[in-house]
């Protein structure tokens, strides 16, 4: 996907913190809204989830994309498998799930979807957990539950050398793929520049660049020709996820 314009301009920076809640949905979420293509409905945000939330409790699926990265706290959809602080979930359209939301100490989540997640309520579920539905044909596939902790980084040919990375889920065909960058305490140099349009998260640490330093729960995105980040050094080290469109 080319084009795609999250934030008013390249590298601009989107402090969480300054970020207002506003309600989501009719079950107590809330988010903080912190990129958003008007054209495609494709947005990013960070979801507040309370304690001892309670969700509908009908399975359901939506005609657009999932992607979430458990920031703190756990949550569960099935009453069975917990995600967790550090948890990375990709889930594609058509993807049954939802059948007993639930959140006993609350959670917050980086959330992303490539459109308006409209629910298609399934009032009987043919499994009890997660299942696709026929028309599930993302070539991504389903990353149903990946704790980054247990994911090795290693070198990537589009990132300096010194920066390991860390891939959680990717599209063969497109060439879209989400991942981790850990730039090493120290680093100096120059960002890469991916050649797709991306948004980048900073999860810990912190970067220095050519739009100013980027600190934790700082977001912005950059078309193809923007170097990540703008990133010019890291004096502690800095951990951030990246997302990168693919080709159209």
């Known amino acids: 996907m080319g084009a795609m314009r999250k934030t008013e301009k390249p590298l601009q920076r989107i402090r969480a913190s300054e970020m207002p809640w506003e309600p989501l949905g009719k079950h107590g979420l809330r988010r903080r809204l912190l990129g958003l293509d008007e054209a495609t409905g494709h947005v990013t945000s960070i979801v507040g989830i309370p304690e001892n939330w309670r969700g509908g409790g009908v399975a359901h699926y939506h005609d657009a994309v999932e992607e979430v990265f458990i920031l703190e706290g756990s ?27 639930k959140s006993h100490i609350g959670a917050m989540a980086l959330t992303r979807s490539d459109g308006v997640l409209v629910l298609n309520l399934v009032h009987e579920p043919a499994e009890p957990k997660e299942y696709p539905l026929p028309e599930s044909n993302d070539p991504r596939g389903h990353v149903f539950s990946l704790p980054v902790a ?79 980040l703008g990133a010019t050094g890291s004096t502690k080290g800095c951990t951030v996820l990246v997302w990168q469109f693919g080709r159209q």
């Not at 917990?82 to 799930?97: M, N, Q, T």
């Not at 981790?180 to 991306?198: M, N």
């Open 75 to 101: 949550v569960t959809l099935d009453d069975v498998h917990y995600w967790k602080e550090g948890d990375y979930f990709y889930r594609p359209a058509h993807i049954v799930h939802g059948h007993d939301e």
């Open 150 to 228: 247990d994911v090795a980084a290693g070198p990537d040919a589009a990132f300096p050398a010194e920066w390991g990375i860390k891939p959680l889920s990717a599209d063969p065909v497109s060439g879209a793929r989400t991942l981790i960058a850990e730039i090493p305490a120290g680093w100096q140099g120059t960002a890469p520049v991916l050649g797709t349009d991306w948004e980048a998260f900073i999860l810990a640490g912190s970067v220095d660049g050519t739009a100013g330093d980027f600190v934790p729960q700082d977001y912005t995105s950059g078309e193809a020709d923007t170097p990540l």
